[in-house]
């Protein structure tokens, strides 16, 4: 096991990279917030960040083995079904998880 | 800080004025708002904190990890570089990789609404996802400092409580909760869907759709940032193209 040196400089070096990285950028592209071309992506990025997030966490889905992928398949099914059908976060997210974990631990996937 | 300080002003304390009902509505109105979030976040915490047990760390590594770093994903694969005692270079590189996604968040994250040094400090270290898909919103520019910073700081609480809660019951319980993890992506598509109410436009999530996957089988060890790179230059391009068309209309 390591010890509580290495320990808290491994936390230190990732807060101080984390940080420089969400608080830095401001510096340099603050004056940036009036170009059209920026308003442009600002106005996009959302919608496109959260889609690539999802497929980031999906990034270890096996294509090749669709009767492996099915409880990933059918849970993003049910989320993205509920959310635009009862348009409540808390029983979509909540819903398709369950449903993940119902079908990750009944169905033979292994 | 350039543009973003000078609507900081010193000697105008709005917020140590503002009364305190209003600072606890305040409050109250950020934590309904990122309620639905909580309920995600909650769940993986509660996962990455057993994680962070089973892997033979001490169970208030999960509690520092949770409030130091703040940085969902990159904590999972910290928990790894940890126990191999990974070199502090390496550490340092992949939380950079991992979290280069956040440089584009300063692009519409509302950080000139945060009043102070200190809020604007603590506001850039828990400009999170989640924090930055509440805030990056149109309805977010009518907020005040207090609920922004409020919203911030229940995300954080959400993630260091769940973290510290499931590493106490990593100690107890050695069963292994599988498919929760699934909880995250669930959130993001919550999200994407919800951005997409906002803006209803069909071409951005299939340009995202396509650099994922491009990504994932192009650069699959760095598959964020090369997704994150290739759908902002695709929508740059998208842009430059759309402004030559129309001046050539």
Request: glycine share 6%.
């Amino acid at each position: 096991m390591p010890d509580t040196p290495y320990l808290v400089a491994a936390v230190a070096v990732s807060a101080a990279v984390t940080w420089g990285l969400r608080a830095l950028p401001f510096t340099t592209l603050a004056p940036l917030r009036t170009s059209a071309a920026v308003s442009y992506l600002a106005d996009r990025m959302p919608l496109g960040v959260m889609v690539i997030l999802v497929a980031y966490t999906l990034r270890n889905m096996p294509l090749v083995h669709p009767a492996q992928a099915l409880p990933d398949i059918l849970a993003l099914g049910a989320t993205a079904g509920l959310h635009l059908w009862r348009r409540n976060a808390v029983l979509s997210i909540l819903g398709g998880t369950a449903l993940h974990v119902a079908l990750a631990t009944s169905l033979p996937t292994h | 800080m350039t543009s973003a300080t000078a609507a900081y002003r010193p000697h105008r304390p709005a917020t140590a004025a503002a009364p305190p009902r209003q600072q606890r509505s305040e409050a109250v109105a950020a934590f309904k708002i990122s309620g639905s979030v909580g309920l995600a976040i909650f769940p993986i915490g509660i996962a990455f904190g057993m994680l962070v047990v089973h892997s033979g760390l001490a169970w208030w590594w999960a509690t520092v990890f949770s409030s130091v770093i703040f940085a969902g994903s990159f904590e999972f694969l910290l928990i790894g570089f940890a126990v191999a005692a990974a070199p502090l270079a390496q550490i340092a590189l992949t939380a950079f990789l991992v979290n280069s996604r956040h440089v584009f968040y300063a692009l519409s994250f509302p950080l000139d609404q945060v009043e102070g040094k200190t809020g604007k400090i603590y506001s850039t270290f828990a400009l999170t996802d989640e924090a930055y898909a509440f805030t990056a919103s149109q309805t977010a520019r009518s907020w005040p400092s207090r609920r922004i910073l409020w919203l911030q700081a229940s995300i954080h609480a959400y993630w260091v409580s769940g973290a510290t809660t499931g590493a106490a019951l990593g100690t107890v319980i050695s069963a292994h909760l599988t498919g929760l993890g699934f909880a995250m992506t669930a959130l993001f598509t919550v999200l994407a869907i919800d951005a997409f109410r906002a803006r209803r436009d069909i071409p951005t999530p299939i340009l995202a759709v396509a650099c994922a996957l491009i990504a994932r089988f192009t650069f699959p060890g760095q598959m964020l940032l090369a997704a994150f790179a290739l759908f902002t230059t695709s929508l740059l391009a998208r842009y430059a193209y759309r402004r030559k068309a129309r001046t050539h209309a």
